[in-house]
């Protein structure tokens, strides 16, 4: 494998909110000179840090990174540790390229948490994904299929398609 270019020499900084510190120390813990790299949270900055070592790869410094941002999207750390299994991605899709109207941005919210948490569940459980729902993003964690059978579905309900239609097109799509 080819050690990492000088462009991921540097240090990665990957933002996190103070509500997610904790699962960021966990996270630190678990991978902190696993990968030839030292993983350490900055409490004051609210950062993740990763420093690669010399010995550390660019495919295992990726990985990380996106390890780390699983997390500071609000993942928990083994959830995230899926991301070291090539066959896994994280997907994000941004809701305010949807809309400009906070109204409007709430709406697709509710109709993608659904009553009680409901939606979400179902979408988790029929496309065998992990996610996680912020102000302003949807997070898909899983299989790449999977997840693009999720984040298809997402998108089929922020067009305002019936949820009965989207849980369908799940089913159909992982019978394929």
Same mark, same amino acid.
């Given at each position: 494998?080819? =050690? ?55 495919? =295992?410094?990726?990985?990380? #990174?996106?390890?780390? #941002? ?11 540790? +899926? ?34 948490? #409901? ?51 799940? +089913? ?5």
């Amino acid at each position: 494998m080819a =050690v990492a270019s000088e462009y991921l020499r540097g240090t990665i900084l990957e933002p996190i909110e103070e509500k997610r510190l904790r699962a960021a120390r966990e996270f630190a813990k678990l991978t902190d000179g696993r990968y030839g790299a030292r993983v350490e949270v900055d409490e004051r900055g609210l950062y993740i840090k990763i420093t690669p070592g010399p010995d550390a790869t660019v495919d =295992v410094i990726l990985k990380l #990174r996106e390890m780390a #941002r699983a997390v500071a999207l609000g993942f928990a750390p083994e959830k995230a540790l +899926q991301l070291e299994n090539d066959d896994y991605v994280l997907a994000v899709i941004n809701l305010k390229e949807y809309t400009d109207k906070p109204n409007h941005l709430r709406r697709i919210l509710g109709r993608i948490i659904g009553e009680g948490g #409901r939606a979400r569940h179902t979408i988790e459980q029929l496309a065998e994904v992990d996610m996680v729902v912020g102000d302003n993003y949807v997070a898909i964690l899983g299989r790449l299929e999977d997840v693009e059978i999720a984040r298809r579905a997402v998108e089929m309900l922020i067009e305002g398609k019936k949820h009965s239609t989207v849980y369908r097109f799940i +089913q159909g799509a992982k019978r394929r």
